[in-house]
């Protein structure tokens, strides 16, 4: 799988998943980020990062996973 595909499908799950987190209270998010971060590890592995990048990207979609989430939740109001 290429990167560019593997960056695709990333940005589609964290999307989905964004739109279900918005929709579940505060307090119930956080088993879903560990998952994000969980998924994304293994995906950015996967493409050749080493575990040490690959914990520090996955940590950093799930900045980017709750940023989305709030300008979801922005949007809605």
């Known amino acids: 799988m290429s990167v560019e595909t ?5 940005l589609r799950m964290i ?9 579940l209270p505060d307090d119930e998010r956080d088993p879903y980020y560990d998952s994000i971060r969980r998924s994304c590890c293994g995906a950015a592995e996967h493409i ?3 575990p040490d ?5 996955a940590n950093s979609m799930v ?3 709750r ?3 709030g300008i979801i ?3 809605r109001r």
């Open 6 to 10: 593997a960056l695709a499908q990333l």
């Open 67 to 69: 940023a989305m989430v």
């Open 48 to 50: 050749g990062q080493s």
């Open 63 to 65: 900045e980017f996973t």
């Open 15 to 23: 999307h989905g998943r964004a739109l279900n987190l918005a929709a």
């Open 73 to 75: 939740e922005a949007g």
């Open 53 to 57: 990048n690959a914990a520090i990207t």
